[in-house]
């Protein structure tokens, strides 16, 4: 490894909220900074000279294989990736990382280096959040537009009988109102969709 690389490598080594491998042409691992270590470090005592896949989901390993083959396509250019690496317990932590593959000054590849970052926390808000508007959503559709259905249904059925030039026109205005409130629903449940990534 080139004394650049080391040094910067001893800079980053200290960051506690990322995470810094490098790893060989074979997939040992060359080096793992202290958060990695402290965080994954249940696994193995000592990361260095051993396969980085041991602590990758088996799932998600064959996206792993095709990102590297993509950094040594272009080496210098990051390539993103979230992998599931196994923590205490049994459980997997979401990690997003950006790989990029390494040449010395002969041109020959060394390795890949990875700066990654855990985002378990960040994907649990983002599922309450979903859950929070599907909620939402079917407050909206069943227990909100219910009762306006039901006004309408009764405008209509009060509008074919005898009344009186007053009482027809406040239950027309009830029935205008009823179906602007429709469409507000309506259009609400669109945009909440579309929030939620389900929108057609």
Same mark, same amino acid.
């Given at each position: ?16 909220? !990322? ?10 691992? %060359? ?7 402290? @965080? !994954? ?8 000279? *051993? %396969?980085?896949?041991?602590?990758? =989901? ?14 040594? *396509? ?10 599931? #690496?196994?923590? #205490? ?5 979401? %990690?997003?990382?950006? !790989?990029?593959a390494l040449k010395n000054d002969e041109g020959v590849f060394e390795g890949v280096m990875c700066i990654g970052y855990e985002v378990s926390e960040l994907l649990d808000q983002i599922e309450l959040k ?7 959503? !079917?407050?909206?559709? =069943? ?29 027309? @205005? ?11 629903? =309506? ?12 929108? *057609?």
């Amino acid at each position: 490894m080139q004394n650049g690389q080391k040094y910067l490598l001893k800079l980053l080594d200290s960051m506690s909220d !990322f995470y810094l491998i490098a790893i060989d042409m074979q997939g040992n691992y %060359t080096y793992v900074n202290n958060a990695f270590s402290e @965080r !994954f470090g249940f696994i193995t005592n000592n990361f260095v000279g *051993k %396969t980085c896949m041991e602590d990758v =989901h088996p799932e998600d390993a064959p996206e792993v294989y095709r990102v590297v083959e993509d950094c040594l *396509k272009a080496p210098g250019q990051f390539r993103s990736i979230i992998i599931r #690496k196994p923590v #205490k317990g049994g459980a997997y932590a979401t %990690t997003d990382w950006d !790989f990029v593959a390494l040449k010395n000054d002969e041109g020959v590849f060394e390795g890949v280096m990875c700066i990654g970052y855990e985002v378990s926390e960040l994907l649990d808000q983002i599922e309450l959040k979903n859950r929070t508007i599907e909620r939402l959503q !079917f407050i909206q559709s =069943h227990e909100v537009r219910k009762p306006v259905a039901n006004i309408l249904g009764l405008v209509d059925i009060i509008d074919t009988t005898n009344l009186d030039a007053n009482t027809k026109f406040a239950i027309q @205005r009830i029935g205008e109102s009823a179906e602007q409130l429709d469409e507000i629903l =309506h259009d609400l449940a669109g945009r909440k969709r579309s929030v939620g990534g389900e929108a *057609k």
